[in-house]
């Protein structure tokens, strides 16, 4: 018998099913709402994976540059161990981000300088770990506990512009390799997301408006991901949507749509930039030579200003081009003095009496006077609510099209634990593994995808598709809600706020850290320590973080009114029974 009959009754002897899934893919198309990192993540995952042509809408224009450095968005991030579970799907992006980037081990591996603001006091030649607190003990106790963590691993500092440019540069890879394309279509401002039919078939259309000449044009695709931040438009039309033309997981509900909100400690603080230049120099005490900065080390510069309305501390964090501006961000209450001053000179004097250690002055200042008039006259921006979305995802009553969010169009908070671009990014990772029939926590088989697997594979991907964000929604929203409880309690007061009331409860919360993690070294881990350091594990979902932070905040609950108990018994004892015998 010949090579190609034995082939054909293997075929014949095959499953239907098993026939089925050696045909290739239908090419479906999806529309990503949102160029930042969480959207081309979204893009990249679903052109690779899901055999998806992506338009990719971003409703900046083109002459903003989304990679180039821009001081209004000059943030760095650091992506962590979560993050990296979706650039470590794509080899190329993250060896980018490795050489691109300032590699750290860890929060509680991160080495700062803090120079003092007395200009007579000589530069700290060691590295402190951790800002936040000047005492050592503190410190290590804080840094031991981190490092105690199982899993904690290697994050990368880079700056938002170069994280943007790098996964562009993999976009124009995947074109050049794959037929699934991938669209840049920048100045499309997102109006409107309704289903609707395109040549018999379901889809859902965005309505798209160019921000220069104002001209729409209509995007119909069989999946629209919403990646456009915390104010997002897609969220927004599905939260205003009439309740009839959507479906989700245990009915349609546009409430669901409007974000949930908590104020937390570092809620509404206001913050801009100030550009410092490169590998400037920090004057030394006298006869000592000047600290020349490095672009992959951590600074803060302290002022002489403690009181709660002019408090200032500058925070220079690492990046890997030592020939790049050094941003620094001015974190504030919205009453601090620095947001009355409007005009350049003005505020380069209150620099100079406020950081009198560096030379802020016309003549050879380290800032040129074009600097600080644009600083002063910044309005800046202001960190969110804690906030989530508990809708995640809808669909058409035919279930073959749909709408999912990522990033901060699900949820935003104040950046001080950490987690923004990597909860963005462990979003569209769990999307992914929706998408494919997975597990969205742990990226398995479930039982039910198995046995209906068969089945699964007899239909269009399409029909597939409300089964599978079904499963993104009911899977991944605990996960969310986690996220903002560790957002409003994890570390809200990192940013040394001034008001008198803030530094009593700073006090309070870290009197609460140190407790706990006292107690997590005397019972050898038995007692969790706090639930900021728990985050550091990217073995542990959030919710399992907020689980082990709240046990021990049970346990702590039945000590002290276990104490109370005992010490009223003991006073009922040496009081109450006497009085009793004396009535008898």
Same mark, same amino acid.
């Given at each position: 018998?010949?090579?190609?009959?034995?082939?054909?009754?293997?075929?014949?002897?095959?499953?239907?099913?098993?026939?089925?899934?050696?045909?290739?893919?239908?090419?479906?198309?999806?529309?990503?709402?949102?160029?930042?990192?969480?959207?081309?993540?979204?893009?990249?995952?679903?052109?690779?994976?899901?055999?998806?042509?992506?338009?990719?809408?971003?409703?900046?224009?083109?002459?903003?540059?989304?990679?180039?450095?821009?001081?209004?968005?000059?943030?760095?991030?650091?992506?962590?161990?979560?993050?990296?579970?979706?650039?470590?799907?794509?080899?190329?992006?993250?060896?980018?981000?490795?050489?691109?980037?300032?590699?750290?081990?860890?929060?509680?591996?991160?080495?700062?300088?803090?120079?003092?603001?007395?200009?007579?006091?000589?530069?700290?030649?060691?590295?402190?770990?951790?800002?936040?607190?000047?005492?050592?003990?503190?410190?290590?106790?804080?840094?031991?506990?981190?490092?105690?963590?199982?899993?904690?691993?290697?994050?990368?500092?880079?700056?938002?512009?170069?994280?943007?440019?790098?996964?562009?540069?993999?976009?124009?890879?995947?074109? !050049?390799?794959?037929?699934?394309?991938?669209?840049?279509?920048?100045?499309?401002?997102?109006?409107?997301?309704?289903?609707?039919?395109?040549?018999?078939?379901?889809?859902?259309?965005?309505?798209?408006?160019?921000?220069?000449?104002?001209?729409?044009?209509? &995007?119909?695709?069989?999946?629209?991901?919403?990646?456009?931040?915390?104010?997002?438009?897609?969220?927004?039309?599905?939260?205003?949507?009439?309740?009839?033309?959507?479906?989700?997981?245990?009915?349609?509900?546009?409430?669901?749509?409007?974000?949930?909100?908590?104020?937390?400690? !570092?809620?509404?603080?206001?913050?801009?930039?100030?550009?410092?230049?490169?590998?400037?120099?920090?004057?030394?005490?006298?006869?000592?030579?000047?600290?020349?900065?490095?672009?992959?080390?951590?600074?803060?510069?302290?002022?002489?200003?403690?009181?709660?309305?002019?408090?200032?501390?500058?925070?220079?964090?690492?990046?890997?081009?030592?020939?790049?501006?050094?941003?620094?961000?001015?974190?504030?209450?919205?009453?601090?003095?620095?947001?009355?001053?409007?005009?350049?000179?003005?505020?380069?004097?209150?620099?100079?009496?406020?950081?009198?250690?560096?030379?802020?002055?016309?003549?050879?200042?380290?800032?040129?006077?074009?600097?600080?008039?644009?600083?002063?006259?910044?309005?800046?921006?202001?960190?969110?609510?804690?906030?989530?979305?508990?809708?995640?995802?809808?669909?058409?009553?035919?279930?073959?099209?749909?709408?999912?969010?990522?990033?901060?169009?699900?949820?935003?908070?104040?950046?001080?634990?950490?987690?923004?671009?990597?909860?963005?990014?462990?979003?569209?990772?769990?999307?992914?593994?929706?998408?494919?029939?997975?597990?969205?926590?742990?990226?398995?088989?479930?039982?039910?995808?198995?046995?209906?697997?068969?089945?699964?594979?007899?239909?269009?991907?399409?029909?597939?598709?409300?089964?599978?964000?079904?499963?993104?929604?009911?899977? &991944?929203?605990?996960?969310?809600?986690?996220?903002?409880?560790?957002?409003?309690?994890?570390?809200?007061?990192?940013?040394?706020?001034?008001?008198?009331?803030?530094?009593?409860?700073?006090?309070?919360?870290?009197?609460?850290?140190?407790?706990?993690?006292?107690?997590?070294?005397?019972?050898?881990?038995?007692?969790?320590?706090?639930?900021?350091?728990?985050?550091?594990?990217?073995?542990?979902?959030?919710?399992?973080?907020?689980?082990?932070?709240?046990?021990?905040?049970?346990?702590?609950? !039945?000590?002290?009114?276990?104490?109370?108990?005992?010490?009223?018994?003991?006073?009922?004892?040496?009081?109450?029974?006497?009085?009793?015998?004396?009535?008898?």
């Amino acid at each position: 018998m010949t090579l190609l009959p034995r082939c054909l009754l293997l075929l014949l002897a095959c499953p239907i099913a098993s026939i089925h899934s050696l045909a290739p893919p239908q090419q479906q198309h999806a529309v990503v709402v949102g160029a930042g990192p969480v959207g081309i993540a979204a893009a990249l995952t679903l052109a690779s994976h899901h055999n998806f042509t992506v338009t990719l809408l971003e409703s900046s224009p083109a002459s903003s540059a989304q990679a180039k450095y821009d001081p209004t968005k000059a943030f760095l991030y650091n992506v962590n161990g979560r993050g990296q579970a979706l650039t470590k799907q794509f080899p190329s992006l993250q060896k980018k981000l490795a050489e691109r980037s300032v590699p750290s081990g860890g929060f509680g591996d991160v080495s700062i300088t803090i120079v003092p603001a007395d200009p007579t006091v000589e530069i700290p030649s060691n590295k402190k770990k951790m800002e936040g607190t000047t005492k050592n003990e503190e410190k290590n106790e804080m840094k031991g506990s981190i490092q105690s963590e199982k899993a904690v691993g290697v994050g990368y500092w880079l700056p938002r512009h170069e994280m943007v440019n790098l996964m562009a540069e993999c976009v124009d890879e995947h074109n !050049a390799q794959s037929d699934c394309k991938i669209e840049f279509l920048m100045g499309q401002e997102c109006l409107s997301v309704l289903p609707t039919k395109k040549d018999g078939q379901n889809c859902v259309c965005v309505t798209a408006r160019n921000v220069e000449d104002g001209s729409l044009k209509l &995007h119909e695709a069989t999946l629209i991901v919403g990646a456009d931040g915390m104010n997002s438009k897609v969220r927004q039309c599905i939260a205003t949507a009439p309740a009839n033309i959507w479906n989700s997981h245990k009915g349609f509900n546009p409430k669901k749509f409007l974000p949930k909100k908590w104020t937390s400690p !570092a809620s509404h603080m206001r913050i801009k930039v100030l550009q410092l230049p490169p590998q400037f120099e920090i004057p030394n005490a006298s006869g000592l030579p000047p600290l020349k900065t490095i672009s992959k080390d951590i600074y803060a510069l302290r002022s002489i200003n403690t009181g709660p309305r002019n408090y200032l501390s500058l925070g220079l964090l690492p990046m890997k081009d030592n020939t790049a501006i050094r941003p620094t961000n001015i974190v504030t209450r919205p009453d601090h003095e620095v947001w009355d001053i409007h005009d350049g000179p003005a505020m380069q004097q209150y620099f100079q009496k406020s950081f009198p250690r560096y030379n802020f002055d016309k003549d050879g200042g380290i800032i040129s006077e074009a600097e600080w008039d644009r600083f002063a006259k910044a309005e800046g921006t202001r960190f969110p609510h804690c906030q989530y979305s508990e809708g995640m995802a809808v669909w058409d009553d035919s279930g073959t099209c749909g709408v999912a969010l990522v990033g901060d169009a699900i949820h935003a908070f104040p950046p001080d634990i950490g987690q923004g671009v990597n909860a963005g990014l462990m979003d569209v990772v769990c999307l992914d593994r929706a998408l494919e029939g997975l597990d969205t926590v742990t990226g398995e088989e479930t039982t039910t995808t198995t046995e209906s697997s068969i089945e699964n594979e007899k239909k269009p991907a399409a029909a597939l598709l409300q089964t599978n964000l079904e499963r993104y929604q009911k899977q &991944h929203a605990p996960e969310i809600a986690a996220l903002i409880r560790l957002a409003r309690f994890g570390a809200p007061y990192q940013y040394k706020q001034p008001h008198r009331a803030d530094r009593i409860l700073q006090k309070f919360w870290m009197f609460n850290v140190a407790m706990r993690l006292i107690l997590s070294k005397l019972t050898f881990g038995l007692v969790q320590p706090a639930c900021i350091m728990l985050s550091q594990n990217k073995e542990l979902t959030f919710r399992q973080v907020m689980r082990r932070a709240d046990l021990t905040t049970v346990l702590l609950k !039945a000590l002290v009114v276990s104490a109370l108990g005992v010490l009223w018994t003991t006073k009922q004892q040496r009081f109450g029974f006497g009085f009793l015998k004396t009535l008898l």
